[in-house]
């Protein structure tokens, strides 16, 4: 369901993509490379979750703190995307398509903290 909130919006499109890529990969796979994608669900899944949290955040710091983590799990989910692609368990296509869309959401997510920043200096002044 769509949104007015871009981040919140992308963020649940990533992770049901993350999703449904570990289901994939877990019915091709052996159980040995079950930790892999379990990394990856795990970060491409609490991108989105984390962003949900700092909607009710406490103060704006909960809220930057929030997004930050966010953040941190975004730049995870692209080092298990890489590794995937570099072990040929996901296609370049593939690897290409999350990538841009993780990245997208980093840069977001860096936009809406930096703001965050600049507000806050302009108070303190």
């Not at 994608?37 to 795990?42: A, D, E």
């Not at 009710?56 to 929030?66: G, L, Q, R």
């Not at 953040?71 to 692609?85: D, P």
């Not at 296609?91 to 920043?117: F, G, P």
Request: charged share 25%.
């Amino acid at each position: 369901m769509k949104t007015d909130n871009i981040v919140k919006d992308k963020s649940l499109s990533f992770g049901i993509r993350i999703v449904r890529m570990v289901r994939h990969l877990l019915k091709t796979s052996s159980y040995a490379e079950h930790p892999i994608f379990t990394q990856i669900l795990k970060s491409g899944t609490s991108i989105g979750a984390n962003i949900r949290e700092a909607e009710h955040a406490e103060s704006t710091e909960d809220f930057k703190h929030k997004l930050k983590i966010a953040l941190k799990e975004a730049n995870e989910s692209l080092y298990w995307l890489e590794i995937l692609f570099q072990s040929n368990y996901i296609s370049k296509s593939e690897y290409e398509s999350m990538n841009c869309d993780c990245n997208e959401i980093n840069r977001i997510l860096i936009s809406i903290v930096n703001t965050l920043n600049k507000k806050n200096k302009r108070l303190f002044s």
